[in-house]
């Protein structure tokens, strides 16, 4: 048996968050990536544009769409989104690949020129948010679970002040949880303490 049936096999057996049952790409999702703590700032800005791109959707959406995400926005790179135009916006509202909203594509680019003005004020967005955050993973221990959190209003607030759009705080939490700043995998999920 290969490395990887080995570990489909030990995560099949194992228990995974209710949320990621439902569909073999929610489940790749939730046992590869989401929870790990990313330090990566344009990976990090990509996947809040994303959590974004989301709102009002399902996440299985976005997950299904990512691909064509990445293609039409050049693979998330801020200089390149920073600079599209009016065409690019036309060009992204005929692309059935992605979610044709003109507010969240404008959202995108705005967000990519926050990020590079952040850039060039010396402000590692990594270390922004991971600064905001302690350094480290904050672990919620209680049952419930969480649609925000203290965390997620004040970054909320800096980030709108900073220029970006579609960064509520329900956004935000959303996207701390993804990228690992918070570690939200129930009790009896498998990936709750990684090894």
């Not at 693979?75 to 390149?80: I, L, Q, V, Y």
């Amino acid at each position: 048996m290969s490395a990887a049936n080995a570990d489909a096999a030990k995560a099949h057996a194992q228990h995974r968050c209710g949320w990621a049952e439902s569909n073999p790409l929610l489940q790749s999702y939730h046992d590869a990536e989401w929870g790990v703590p990313e330090h990566d700032s344009r990976a990090l800005w990509e996947k809040l544009m994303l959590d974004g791109f989301q709102a009002g959707l399902s996440w299985l959406t976005i997950l299904r769409k990512r691909d064509a995400f990445r293609k039409a926005f050049k693979n998330f790179d801020p200089e390149k989104v920073a600079r599209f135009d009016e065409a690019d916006i036309e060009r992204l509202m005929q692309d059935a690949g992605i979610v044709r909203s003109r507010a969240k594509i404008l959202a995108t680019i705005g967000g990519a020129k926050a990020y590079l003005a952040m850039q060039a004020a010396g402000e590692d967005f990594s270390e922004f948010v991971w600064g905001m955050a302690g350094g480290e993973p904050i672990r919620n221990a209680g049952p419930e679970r969480l649609v925000k959190s203290e965390l997620s209003e004040q970054m909320s607030v800096v980030l709108k002040k900073r220029g970006f759009k579609f960064v509520g705080p329900v956004i935000v939490y959303a996207w701390l949880q993804a990228t690992g700043v918070v570690n939200d995998h129930s009790a009896d999920c498998f990936r709750r303490n990684p090894g």
